[in-house]
Structures are given as structure tokens and as C-alpha cells.
């Protein structure tokens, strides 16, 4: 038998190669035949990462640039005999590997805690009988049943269908179910979506029977394969950790350079030793080197993930959380992510009233009011209404009532949407049965295109009939069809799905479980449109994006008109040369390919590698692309993009696998929170790096300049560490805590190859290491000079740099606004740390630690307001320059704000998507 893949076009053959490839037979297989080939193929399931052991998590914490560097300088400690500074740098690590390790651990077991773990069953013929099993059993060649409410185990080809219609809009995007055709047949370069002989794994039957071949199991199926993809691809790194591997680069190669220098001028110009200017390169490699910035820069990041946890987003990698704030781009699927999945009536049109009504309300939920010029319609005021609500209920197969005070639904989403109108309305199906009994039905087939009722009225049999408008119309009388079939088609065009709904007496007799006659001489009773429609706050989040500067795209399995309908009412495109297709795709050089996305904001009809290689050519162009979406079609794609944002509550695991954030209320709003919290997460970090980094730089200035100078060493090794890890650690983990400052959506994302290090922070760093490090040097020149030991020196040289660090956080809370505009109430934690901070130096002034440790003892009254009116001079500095810098640049950091594209030139083609099938039920 030959291998059963799904690299074979199955919906292309007809059915005697179909069995003749699988080696199948009408009857079913054996019990026997069945084991051997589950021995051969394996079972059918996909392939799964299995969840990270928690030694994998903690590992990862030490994978940082930063931390190699840390490490380095531990070793350096401990092989001079340091111990007292290894044993600090290794308290720092233990303490970043902890707080990091327990943060991603927890958001893997949140993210754990949302999959569904349901055991799938399936009807199967074996040994000439249908018999359930697990679908993992279930192998090439088997005979396979399917009924409403099935999941489809395999890849299927149909055999037979009655009524079938299957959801495939986690495959494909297209939220409307497809009816099934097992005798069509199709070349092979028919879309998934249109492949009517096929039901694929994963894909869910709404409605009628079917039997089809099973011609591919686990990983050879088109989920399979999507799963393959997900685990083989890799996905880009998030630009914080980008940004941090040049930084540890430049602060590396930056301390290796000036212990050098300062190695050779204190041999050569001052005969030190090698020895002692060894011991004291080490110094100056623990000053320059921010030990406190790791755990503070996993702190910044733990709380960013709290924060979003808050508003409706799992981060499942810590170094995400920046990610999504520095998006440039978001490439999201529209079903499921943009809209709501749910058939939602819209658009009422009545044979005998030529006013429109509009429906309000998103989804199943039956919320909403019916308009008529603007002004809501009460139960009962107009009788055209209430006779196409009660043919709406009438006329359907759905179940949709309240339980334990929420709505629940089952059924046909066409038919759902009819009962959540009629309900809007007033009306309710259970007590319309109840007045008017069903006796008898013709079910919809996608043959017929209409589905009818009969319902005992008073004596008489009435009929009540919805389907497409073309063939409802063709049994009315007195109906203007030639006006009403533009009306659909209208309607259609707007990317409505359009039914027709009529009602009349049945003609002739009509007897319970007989074969009824064709309605006729029926009485048109109105035009409904349905749509799938956005999500709430959906059109906000995407006008926040564009404010944010942030470049928002629909990539869609759905139909173009459809796509673009949701499109013009998000903003994003406004004419049908703006949508490109999956057929206008293919061939297309990488060139073309990147044209495409640079000018067009909509892609219909994409398939999952299409989508996969959107977001490569997106990156080419030098966006971070974050792809959002909820189905396995959307799984490689997740897993390629910089971040990857799954729906929690719809998606399937696939797709929360592959992603680095999960959307918990699967609302695409919720991203734009999810940004604003990243924002503010990198602007914490900058402020972060900028309070260590020029601290450690001032440091090194003043030992620098005490070098040149020919004086000793100004402070000993342990106590820098004690200013960067201890007191300064403090405050900037306090700071990691800042809240927003009110501008993160309104201003344009930072240019993805933007250093860390950009105009304004090396300024200000320089300024700062400059004020600090000269005055403090300052300072202990005049206390050696005027003849103060050493010790004593070092001593209050200590709590200078303490009250500096103190002063400074106040400079560090905003790049651009003055402190004295901060009241320091507003961030109570970083008021708190600060204090902190101060007291534990006070503490070790007291007590025999800091005295055998640290060298340092209480100083009097006059020396403490001295040294505190010198730690001034550092927020007169930085006030000065951020007064100058905002007469410089007025406008630092503005939003862009990226429009829909409408003089966009059409991507080459040499297809034409054909108009959609809008005959409905």
C-alpha cells in the first residue's frame, strides 16, 4: 500500500484511485488489517513540545549576555582571593535566577491550565460493523462516519453526504461552514476552503450526516503538517534581548578597554605592580560592570507580566513582555481575533416597507435592538417584523436560551443568528412551537438551497421558508424579484450573507412523516443580512494602534469581499485593488512578495504557509511583526513572527503552542493594553539601565581621575559592590515598579535596530557620570588633602555616592518631564526603596558588619548636610539638560500614524478570485 499523505492532491482523484491508493474497501478494514497498519503509520495525534521541566526554566535564566558577564567577573573575584565580592555576585545571580524562573513557570502552568483536553471518538467501520474509538486508532484506509456535532478525526474523503456542512474556520479562516459535495472534484491547486469532497482533521460537522475514506493520520494531515511546521520553524528573538546582546558587547569590550588603559598608565606612569594594578583593574571592572541590572531588569519584567495578567494577557516568555510593546507591525487573522466567529443579523429588509431596519448587537448573545431610521422598533410595533421573526423561529433547527444567567447555543450559526434577532424582537421559539405545531419539514441541502417548516395555524397548514433569495423568490407571488435580486446581490457585495425568508399556505395535503410538495404561491416576507461582525472595541484598539504607530494588517483565509467589508469597517482598506489573495500571491518572488505587504493592509484567501512567508517578508523589511490569530491555520506564522499572540479561550492548542503571549478573553483589543503595559515595561527598563549604568559610570570617573591624580584607591572593591548591588539594587528594583506616564500608545514604536544607548540616554549618562564622578572625586581629593586617613575618606566617600543614588532616582523617573512634576506619592514603592536604601547604609554605618565588612562608621551632622547639598548638584545637572533637550527637540518621540494604502498598485497576478457563493440558507 502506498504511503496515505496529504502531499497527494486526494480532492483531485476520483474515487476507484482514492481507494486503490489507501487500499481500502466499501465494507471497512479488519480488526487486523487495522493493527497492522496503526503499527506502520503510528497513532493518529500530533506531534506536542512537551512543557519545559522546571531545571529546563531555570537554565534559561542564565542564558543572558549580561549574565556571562556577571559570571566572568565572579571568576576573576574568586581566583584573586576575592570571595567576600564572588559570594556578592553570586547572591545577585541566585536571586535573578529565582524571581525569573518562578515568573515563566507560572504564566507555563496558566498557559497549560487553558488547554482543553478532551479525548476525540469516532464511528469507524471495522470488521463490517461501525464501532466507536479513539481517534488515535484510526488509520489510513478506514471508513469513517460522521453526524452533527462530530469532530472529523482525519483527513477525509467523502464518500457520501446528506445535508453535510462542516467549520472549518480553524483551518481556513472562513467562519460560515462548508456545505460538503462528495461528487465534486477539483484540480490541484484548489484552495483548502474550496475543496467540497473533503473534511479535514480538526474541522467540526454543524449539521448533517456523512461517510468518507480515511487518507491521512497525524502528522500527514493538514493540521499535522501545520504542527510540523510549528515545531520546525523558529521564531524571532524579542528586541529586548537583541538590544541587551549589543549592550553586553559594548559594556564587555568597554571595561576590557579602560582596565587596559588604566592597567598600563599605573604601571608606566606610576610604577604600581602588575599585581596591585591587577587587584585594582578588578575594581574597576566590579564598578563599571551593573550587577544589580539583571534582577532588576527581571523584576521590570515580572511586574509588566503581572500588569497584563491584569488586563487579559498570559506571557508564556518573560522577555515578550518588552516584545509586544515594540512591535512595528501586527499581522491578525479576522476570524475569531477581529471578529467574533458568530453570525450576527445586521441589515433587515422588508418586502413591504421600503425603509431598512439595522440590527445592533455583536454575536449569538441575543443583546441588542432593531433601528429604523435610528429609532429603536418595540416588540409587536410593525407587522412585517413580527411575521419574519416567527417564520425565523419557526423555520429552524438551533436551540438558544439562557442558563445559570448566561446564553448558551447550539446549532447551525446561520440559524442561531435568525433566533438571536427573533429574540431582540421579542420572540421565542419553544412558545411559537407550542401556538403553532411542526408537522412536518423539507431539511436544507445545499442542492435544494432552502429549507421549509409546516406548522398547524388555526385549522390550516402554513409553510415558512428561508434560503437563498434566487430560490425563495422563484416560489413567491407578486414579488418584484428582478428589484429584490439586486437587492441581495447589493447586499452580498457588502459582504453580507443574504437570506430570503417567505411564508404561505401549504398547497396541497401535508401529512407528519410524509414527503411534503414544494412550497408555492408564497408571500415574501423580507431580506436579511448577516455578517461575521467585529468584536467590541475591535475598531478603537485598531485606531490606538494607529496612534501608537503601529501598522495593523488582515490576513484571512476568509473570501476577499467578505475580508474587505471588515476591513472598511476597521478602516484599514476602502477599495477592492487594496485586497491581495492567496492566488495573487503565488509565484511571486521574495521582492514582489515584500511589495506586497509594504503597500496592501488586507490578504484574503491566504493560506498557512502564504501566511508564514507574509510574516518572514514583513520581517525583512525590517518589522517587528507580532501575528495574532486563534486557529491552527494561524500556528506557523505564530511561531515565526518576533511575538506570537494566541486566542486563549476559542484557539486551539496548536496556536497557543506556538505563541509567546495568550489573549485570555480573545479580544484583539486586549493587544492594545497588552502594548501600552509592554511600552511602559521598556521605558522602566531604559530607566533601569540608565540609573545603574551612570552610577557604575561614575564610579569608574572617579576611580579614574584618582588613578591619574596618584591617589589610592578611592573605594575599595566590596564597597562598590555594596553601592551597585545593595543600595543602588534597592532603588532599582523599587524603580522597575514606576507607572506609566500617560504618553505610551501616543507615541511611534522605537526603530527596531535602535541601540538601547540612543542620543538622550548617552547624553544623560555622560552628564551624570561626569557631575557624579567629578564631584566625588572632588570631594575625596579635599579629604585626603586636608589630611583625612583613608579610611575616613572612603568612608564618606560611601555615603556621598549613597546620597547620590538617592538624589538621582528622582532624575531616572522620566526621560522628559521634570522631577519636580513627579510627586513621589504617585510610585509609593520607589518613595519606600529609596528609604530603604538610605537606612540599610545608616544600619551598616552602626553595627560591626559594616565596620568588618564594609570599612564604614558613623559621620557627624555637618559632614551629612555637606555631603547632601553635593549630592544636589547631580538633579540641578539633569534638570538643566532636560530643559535644554525639550528646546531641541519640541517633538521627541511623535506618533506616526500609518494609513489604509488607497493609491496601492495591485500585486502582480494572473488569477482572478471568483465572486463568493452567497446563496444561504
Request: charged share 20%.
Amino acid at each position: 500500500m502506498q504511503p496515505a499523505t496529504n502531499s497527494r492532491a486526494w480532492h483531485s482523484l476520483g474515487l476507484p484511485e482514492v481507494f486503490a491508493a489507501t487500499e481500502a474497501r466499501d465494507s471497512g478494514l479488519t480488526s487486523s488489517e487495522a493493527a497492522s497498519r496503526l503499527a506502520i503509520y503510528g497513532p493518529n495525534e500530533l506531534p506536542q513540545q512537551p512543557p519545559p521541566a522546571w531545571w529546563q526554566i531555570l537554565i534559561r535564566q542564565f542564558q543572558s549576555p549580561l549574565i556571562y558577564v556577571l559570571c566572568v567577573a565572579a571568576a576573576v573575584s574568586t581566583a584573586v582571593g576575592d570571595l567576600t565580592d564572588a559570594a556578592f555576585i553570586a547572591l545577585v545571580l541566585a536571586i535573578n535566577a529565582a524571581i525569573g524562573g518562578y515568573q515563566e513557570w507560572r504564566a507555563e502552568q496558566s498557559s497549560r491550565a487553558l488547554q482543553k483536553l478532551l479525548k476525540i471518538r469516532a464511528s469507524v467501520v471495522r470488521d463490517g460493523e461501525v464501532c466507536e474509538l479513539d481517534a488515535e486508532k484510526v488509520v489510513p484506509g478506514d471508513i469513517v462516519w460522521l453526524e452533527s456535532g462530530n469532530r472529523v478525526p482525519a483527513d477525509l474523503r467523502l464518500l457520501s453526504a446528506q445535508g453535510l456542512e462542516v467549520d472549518e474556520s480553524l483551518l481556513t479562516g472562513e467562519s460560515l461552514p462548508v456545505a460538503k459535495d462528495p461528487s465534486w472534484k477539483g484540480d490541484p491547486a484548489t484552495p483548502t476552503g474550496d475543496r467540497l469532497n473533503m473534511a479535514y482533521a480538526g474541522s467540526t460537522v454543524i449539521r448533517g450526516r456523512g461517510r468518507g475514506v480515511v487518507v491521512a493520520t497525524g502528522t500527514s494531515t493538514l493540521v499535522g503538517q501545520l504542527a510540523l511546521d510549528v515545531l520546525g520553524t523558529s521564531g524571532g528573538q524579542p528586541p529586548l534581548i537583541e538590544r541587551m546582546e549589543r549592550f553586553a558587547r559594548t559594556v564587555a569590550f568597554g571595561i576590557l578597554a579602560a582596565v587596559v588603559v588604566v592597567a598600563l598608565v599605573g604601571i608606566l606612569v606610576h610604577g604600581h605592580s602588575i599585581h596591585d594594578m591587577f587587584l585594582f583593574g578588578v575594581a574597576l571592572a566590579v564598578s563599571a560592570i551593573p550587577e544589580g541590572l539583571p534582577a532588576a531588569l527581571t523584576v521590570a519584567l515580572s511586574i509588566a507580566t503581572t500588569r497584563m495578567a491584569r488586563r487579559g494577557v498570559i506571557v508564556r516568555r518573560l522577555a515578550a513582555v518588552e516584545g509586544l510593546g515594540s512591535c512595528t507591525m501586527i499581522a491578525s487573522d479576522k476570524t475569531g481575533t477581529l471578529t467574533c466567529n458568530e453570525l450576527t443579523v445586521r441589515e433587515i429588509h422588508l418586502a413591504a416597507d421600503p425603509t431598512p431596519f439595522e440590527v445592533t448587537g455583536e454575536g449569538f448573545t441575543p443583546e441588542g435592538q432593531v433601528l429604523r431610521s435610528g429609532q429603536p422598533v418595540e416588540p409587536g410595533e410593525s407587522e412585517g417584523l413580527e411575521a419574519l421573526a416567527r417564520a425565523a423561529v419557526l423555520c429552524n433547527e438551533a436551540d438558544l436560551h439562557r442558563r445559570d444567567g448566561a446564553w448558551i447555543w447550539r446549532g447551525d450559526p446561520t440559524e442561531i443568528a435568525l433566533l438571536a434577532l427573533a429574540h431582540k424582537l421579542g420572540w421565542n421559539r419553544e412558545l411559537a412551537l407550542e401556538r403553532h405545531p411542526q408537522i412536518n419539514q423539507i431539511p436544507f441541502e445545499p442542492e435544494r438551497q432552502f429549507a421549509a417548516t409546516f406548522h398547524r395555524d388555526n385549522g390550516a397548514i402554513r409553510v415558512f421558508v428561508k434560503g437563498a433569495p434566487e430560490r425563495v423568490l422563484a416560489m413567491c407571488r407578486d414579488a418584484d424579484t428582478q428589484a429584490l435580486i439586486a437587492e441581495a446581490e447589493s447586499l452580498a457585495a457588502r459582504g453580507f450573507r443574504v437570506l430570503a425568508l417567505a411564508e404561505g399556505l401549504a398547497d396541497g395535503p401535508v401529512q407528519a412523516g410524509g414527503v411534503p410538495p414544494e412550497p408555492r404561491g408564497l408571500t415574501l416576507l423580507g431580506l436579511v443580512g448577516m455578517i461575521d461582525p467585529l468584536r467590541p472595541g475591535v475598531r478603537d484598539a485598531v485606531a490606538a494602534c494607529a496612534e501608537a504607530g503601529i501598522t495593523v494588517c488582515m490576513v484571512t483565509g476568509d473570501h476577499p469581499i467578505t475580508a474587505l467589508a471588515i476591513a472598511r469597517d476597521l478602516g484599514l482598506a476602502h477599495d477592492p485593488d487594496q485586497v491581495v489573495t492567496g492566488r495573487q500571491l503565488e509565484g511571486l518572488s521574495p521582492s514582489e512578495l515584500e511589495d506586497a505587504v509594504r503597500k496592501a493592509r488586507v490578504f484574503a484567501r491566504v493560506a498557512p504557509r502564504q501566511k508564514l512567508e507574509l510574516v518572514e517578508a514583513a520581517r525583512r523589511l525590517g518589522h517587528y511583526v507580532a501575528v495574532t490569530g486563534d486557529g491552527v491555520n494561524d500556528a506557523p506564522a505564530l511561531r515565526a513572527a518576533n511575538i506570537g499572540i494566541a486566542m486563549g479561550k476559542s484557539g486551539t492548542d496548536v496556536a497557543r503552542e506556538a505563541a509567546e503571549l495568550v489573549i485570555s478573553d480573545d479580544n484583539f483589543a486586549t493587544i492594545v493594553a497588552g502594548v501600552e503595559e509592554g511600552r511602559v515595561a521598556y521605558d522602566n527598563v531604559r530607566k533601569v539601565i540608565y540609573l545603574l549604568v551612570s552610577t557604575g559610570a561614575a564610579e569608574v570617573v572617579a576611580i579614574g581621575l584618582a588613578l591619574f591624580a596618584g591617589l589610592p584607591l578611592p573605594l575599595l572593591a566590596v564597597q562598590l559592590l555594596w553601592l551597585n548591588l545593595v543600595t543602588n539594587g534597592i532603588q532599582g528594583v523599587a524603580l522597575a515598579f514606576e507607572p506609566g506616564e500617560g504618553d505610551a500608545l501616543r507615541r511611534r514604536p522605537r526603530a527596531p535596530n535602535e541601540p538601547i544607548f540612543n542620543r538622550l540616554m548617552i547624553e544623560r549618562t555622560l552628564i551624570a557620570a561626569l557631575v557624579i564622578g567629578g564631584v566625588a572625586f572632588g570631594a575625596y581629593w579635599w579629604m585626603i588633602a586636608r589630611g583625612w586617613s583613608q579610611h575616613s575618606a572612603r568612608n564618606a566617600l560611601l555615603l556621598l555616592l549613597v546620597l547620590f543614588e538617592i538624589v538621582h532616582i528622582g532624575n531616572c523617573r522620566s526621560e522628559t518631564k521634570s522631577a519636580l512634576r513627579l510627586s513621589p506619592f504617585r510610585s509609593p514603592i520607589l518613595l519606600w526603596g529609596s528609604v530603604l536604601a538610605l537606612l540599610v547604609h545608616v544600619l551598616a554605618m552602626y553595627t560591626p558588619f559594616g565596620a568588618i565588612v564594609l570599612g564604614v562608621e558613623p559621620i557627624d551632622l555637618g559632614t551629612w548636610l555637606v555631603l547632601y547639598l553635593l549630592a544636589l548638584t547631580v538633579f540641578v545637572a539633569i534638570e538643566l539638560h532636560k530643559w535644554h533637550w525639550s528646546i531641541r527637540y519640541p517633538d521627541d518621540r511623535p506618533a506616526a500614524r500609518p494609513s489604509p494604502p488607497r493609491d496601492a498598485t495591485p500585486v502582480p497576478t494572473a488569477h482572478q478570485e471568483p465572486a463568493p457563493a452567497r446563496s444561504g440558507r
